[in-house]
């Protein structure tokens, strides 16, 4: 069969499935017999695995008629469904070990050790290897009918492959979420504007008990089966590795970590491994079942009360535990993300001491409804960082909490903290100056598209930082007074150092463009800092823009708009950007691009500006001259026209009283500057 008859085929089988299913479970009056039902369905599935191309979500192998029920119907386990006895240390695992030995009267057990996956347990009955329904484990003897959701699970095959497949199997394994879906089915649920799950076992048991399979579908839910329960067929196995080894075979999910072990000692050391992975797995573990692996020695030792005395559930500290806030704090992260962390009583979560937990942003905060001195569960998961899962309302004392309020301020720098509408995080915007976020600020500013500054790469930037060389990008203009220092460094050398500082020095020249882009204003890239340069040509004019200004050019809306209005308002900002343009500092310049309005009495006339002006700052002063079409230069030559001296004048005065140059006051300057 060809690939276009397969895909004839596979919708005709899916339309005669449909009409089926609509007899059986709708009419209840089924037209063919269950077999001919059953050859359809195979066939159906043989194609789609063959042609996963044409593998679809609502295809008659994955669900069974869409209507939402109205309840769960109840299913009978053909063996029941146990429960594990524990052990809760070493000790209790090798009284565990001891009884086994006394009762088989044998000096050493094998074993089969599997993670215990912190889940669901689901049994799901095949007949003739068709997944025929599945039910919850329910209280061990009757579940939940489950058959529609199971089948939405991509790793369960509605179909057993294989040899040997028995006429009747009941397979039984956990249904978890992995840490990675359960952040993204958060995410979803969190845009949704729905609600929240605490962790991902809650997060797999919601899913999974869903009335309605449609919901379930868009789950990602997961599955590792670990054992059997009833079967009717001739298998021949003798351990339960072999009962393992059948499920891979016949395409169920089987978990990676699981291992033949041979006597207590190997039995604490694989318990001791896995613990310590228990971290980088990708899905929550609570602990690693033991089981006696030879069948006959499993009969042998039976049942006490509901578990069997074959096999363990040999645990680990417990992921969640409850501890008081302290006092809920910011931290700065090197994007300037401000991050409110609750600090706790210290307590011991999965074997750690944790005294601090994050609390991710201000709206998780309002939605668990945190507050200073509350108790709540700390979860430590996946990942290193432990997180407040939950507030117990029942220990809140209502005089005792405080309602949280993020601070205005940056804690490290002072600058003001802002919030875009469209983002749930607060930011510092002291981009430049906050050293928490200077490092990636130094980084931007030196790299290829903003100033360009070749052989300044992130470990060298680490390394200046570190040994206190530059604290802001306004820094890396007075390396070359540190000339002999640097060339201490270690990994530097003479050539190194000149070639560095040579590279800064040519920085220097530049384009507005370049430079606004250089200075990392957040959702400032290069195209929107080139429509800023060409719109307002003169750096001062950006500086002083109001956000209604900033908004009237293309491709700048109010989000960015107040992102560039709040970076020049910060004092500390200013300052670096201060020194970075300043003649005698960083001395970065650009040729600016002047419309001259018309030309006035100053057109072409030369200018030096010395000491400090009150009315306004040198660059002010110099951008105000250069619109008026005269030029301002650094040194006193006798082509000088007007020296202009503000408070404490330099040198530059004196030179030009010495050659005879109109000096100006700063009440004449303005003068001047008005006619
Ligand atoms: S064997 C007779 N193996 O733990 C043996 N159970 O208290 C019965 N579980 O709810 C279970 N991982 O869902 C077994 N690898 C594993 C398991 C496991 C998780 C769960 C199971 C049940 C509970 C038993």
Redesign the pocket.
């Known amino acids: 069969m060809n690939r276009d008859s397969a895909k004839i085929r596979i919708d005709d089988l899916r339309h005669q499935i449909d009409k089926h299913n609509h007899s059986y479970y709708v009419l209840d009056e089924p037209v063919i017999p269950d077999p001919e039902y059953d050859r359809l369905l195979r066939e159906l599935s043989e194609l789609e695995e063959l042609y996963p191309e044409f593998v679809s979500d609502n295809s008659p192998t994955k669900n069974v008629g869409a209507e939402p029920l109205s309840s769960f119907e109840k299913i009978e386990h053909i063996v029941p469904?146990?429960?594990?006895g524990n052990a809760l240390d070493e000790d209790e695992m090798r009284a565990f070990d001891k009884r086994i030995k006394d009762k088989l009267s044998i000096e050493n057990v094998i074993y089969s050790a599997?993670?215990?996956?912190?889940?669901?347990?689901v049994n799901i009955f095949y007949e003739n290897g068709i997944l025929k329904h599945a039910a919850t484990?329910g209280d061990g003897q009757t579940g939940e009918d489950i058959t529609r959701n199971i089948k939405t699970i991509k790793s369960i095959k509605p179909l057993l492959k294989g040899k040997n497949i028995p006429e009747r199997i009941e397979v039984?394994g956990?249904v978890f979420m992995t840490h990675a879906d359960f952040r993204k089915l958060n995410q979803q649920q969190e845009k949704n504007n729905q609600k929240q799950f605490a962790n991902p076992r809650n997060a797999a048991a919601g899913s999974l008990r869903q009335l309605d399979s449609r919901i379930t579908a868009n789950r990602p839910l997961s599955f590792?089966a670990?054992?059997i329960g009833d079967y009717e067929g001739a298998l021949d196995f003798h351990s339960h590795t072999q009962v393992l080894e059948m499920l891979k075979e016949w395409g169920m999910p089987v978990?990676p970590e699981s291992r033949k072990i041979n006597g207590l000692d190997e039995a604490i050391s694989f318990h001791r491994q896995i613990s310590e992975r228990r971290m980088t797995l990708a899905y929550d573990i609570d602990g690693v079942?033991f089981?006696v692996d030879d069948i006959e020695q499993q009969k042998i030792l039976g049942f006490v009360s509901r578990?069997?005395r074959w096999?363990i559930?040999y645990k680990f500290p417990a992921l969640e535990e409850m501890t008081q806030v302290l006092d809920i704090e910011v931290q700065v992260g090197r994007t300037g993300a401000i991050t409110p962390v609750a600090r706790l009583a210290s307590v011991k979560v999965g074997g750690v001491t944790v005294m601090n937990a994050t609390l991710h942003n201000l709206d998780e905060i309002r939605r668990k409804d945190v507050r200073k001195n509350d108790w709540v569960y700390i979860r430590r998961a996946g990942d290193v960082i432990p997180e407040v899962v939950s507030v117990i309302m029942d220990k809140r004392d209502e005089n005792k909490v405080v309602v949280f309020q993020m601070p205005t301020q940056c804690p490290v720098c002072g600058s003001d903290i802002e919030k875009q509408d469209n983002e749930a995080v607060y930011r510092c915007s002291g981009g430049i100056y906050c050293s928490a976020q200077s490092i990636q600020a130094i980084i931007h500013f030196a790299s290829r598209k903003a100033m360009n500054i070749d052989g300044l790469g992130d470990k060298l930037i680490e390394q200046l930082k570190q040994e206190g060389f530059i604290t802001t990008i306004a820094d890396l203009y007075s390396l070359k007074e540190k000339r002999e220092d640097l060339i201490k460094l270690a990994r530097m050398g003479e050539k190194s150092v000149d070639n560095l500082l040579a590279a800064i020095e040519a920085s220097k020249e530049t384009t507005l463009a370049r430079f606004i882009y250089a200075l990392g204003i957040r959702e400032v890239g290069e195209a929107t800092a080139r429509s800023l340069a060409q719109h307002f040509r003169v750096f001062q004019n950006i500086r002083v823009a109001n956000t209604d200004e900033l908004e009237s050019i293309q491709d700048i809306g109010p989000v960015v708009a107040k992102n560039i209005h709040t970076f020049f308002q910060q004092e500390h900002n200013e300052e670096i950007i201060e020194r970075l343009i300043s003649p005698e500092h960083g001395g970065i310049h650009w040729e600016e691009t002047l419309q001259v309005e018309q030309s006035s009495e100053l057109t072409g006339k030369t200018f030096v500006l010395t000491g400090t002006l009150i009315s306004f700052g040198r660059d002010e002063a110099k951008e105000k001259l250069q619109m008026l079409g005269a030029k301002v230069t650094n040194s006193v030559s006798k082509n000088t026209d007007y020296v202009v001296y503000g408070d404490s004048p330099g040198s530059k005065f004196d030179k030009a009283k010495k050659l005879g140059i109109t000096l100006l006051s700063e009440k004449a300057f303005l003068e001047l500057l008005n006619t």
């Open positions: 469904m146990l429960s594990l599997e993670t215990k996956l912190d889940g669901l347990a484990r039984r956990e590792f670990y054992g978990s079942v089981k578990a069997p096999a559930a």
